[in-house]
């Protein structure tokens, strides 16, 4: 869910990138659409959303405008649509980290946040980034105008994090590039 490219009227302040489509998600092509899936709980209690989506058949058309208009654009490191994001190589994580500086060069949101810090430091070749705010200087080819933060994979089965403390590490990264709920 990014905007066209031939849209300029529309300019990212965030772009979330997931690991990877589940099969849920691939089945009705949404994003994070798996029923109990904490991002959506998470984003409307951050502000980033005026009402909590449900994408577990779909995104709406209107729900997707919303985001849009608010500069939120939603994609993923790796295309593949996998039951676990452990199914996936090194090397498609390497070449869909590659394929996400690109897209930031292109696209130059003031924000990529990336759901899950395992898929990072594998990508990226960051065997030791912690969730937070990155140093773009080690990773080639990154826009120096974009920043780049970690967040933590909203999937239950990433136990340590509660919809109110993701809520809360997305309330301060939408203040951090400037923005308000």
Known sequence: MLPHESDPSVRLRLLIVG???GLWTAAVNAPFARPGNRFWPSL???GLTDHEVDAS???DPRDEAELLARGIGITNIVGRATARA???SKQE???GAARLVRRAQALRPKCVAIAG???FRIGFSQPKAQIGQQDTTTIPGWPDDVA???VPQPSGLNAHFTVDSLA???ADLWKSIGESG
């Open 19 to 21: 690991i990877n489509p």
């Open 44 to 46: 409307h209690r951050a």
């Open 57 to 59: 058949r779909g995104l």
């Open 86 to 88: 452990d199914e996936l």
């Open 93 to 95: 994580l390497r070449d």
């Open 117 to 119: 810090i395992t898929a």
């Open 148 to 150: 780049l933060h970690v």
């Open 168 to 170: 809360a590490i997305w």
